[in-house]
């Protein structure tokens, strides 16, 4: 089992980490690390920001973990790319998803954004890094659409207002089995498996 650290306090997104990965890694996040400062920059930044600091941590290089961090984020065509890499602090710094959620719908609301133009796509970048070095960087998007009102409550984040294309339901309406086949970190995450040991051998 491959011991993996996952620079990220969000339990949401260890347990999914954990979900799409499997039994072949062993994932943990920074709630096991006391007081570690995790710079932030573009999704990609972000997450290479995040890999690279926690695998520079002296505890860390001590238990020779490999470190894997991502940065993800809705984009919504029609507000510039908004939130993007704002988006778990899009009504403020310390939002609820419920916040983040109604300031979203009330700029498309007031931007009078009928439904038909209300494209948008999640889009995740996983880094990887061990003892101070960039290993590689993987990339998922999925597109969709914004819907007028939060619908289901699976999921997290803005989960209830995305409708990925080519289906009728939010991902907070769908099964959680089923959104993690198509969601944006499984598409990066697929790409970070499938790069792995190439990225381990420094190819």
Known sequence: MQPLLLATRN??????????????????????FDEMAIPKETFADNAILKAVAASQDRRV???????????????VAA??????????????EHASDKENIDKLLSELARRNVPLDQRSARFHCVIALAH??????KFEG????????LPRGSGGFGYDPI???SGFDKTFGELP?????????RAR??????AGLPAAQRGD
Do not use: C, M, W
Not at 19 to 31: C, M, N, Q, R
Not at 141 to 148: L, P, T
Not at 188 to 193: D, E, K, L, S, V
């Open 162 to 164: 995305f409708v990925p």
């Open 131 to 136: 003892e101070g070095k960039l290993l590689g």
């Open 141 to 148: 998007i999925v597109e969709g659409s914004i819907v007028d």
């Open 188 to 193: 990066a995450i697929r790409a970070f498996r």
């Open 79 to 92: 507000l510039g790319g908004a939130p993007g890499i704002f988006s778990a602090r899009y009504a403020g």
């Open 61 to 75: 290089q001590d238990r020779h973990l490999v470190v894997v961090a991502d940065d993800s984020g809705l984009e």
């Open 176 to 184: 959680i089995e089923l959104k993690n086949q198509i969601s944006h």
């Open 11 to 32: 339990a949401n997104k260890t347990r999914e980490f954990r979900e799409l990965l499997g039994k072949d890694f062993d994932v943990h996040d920074l709630s096991f």
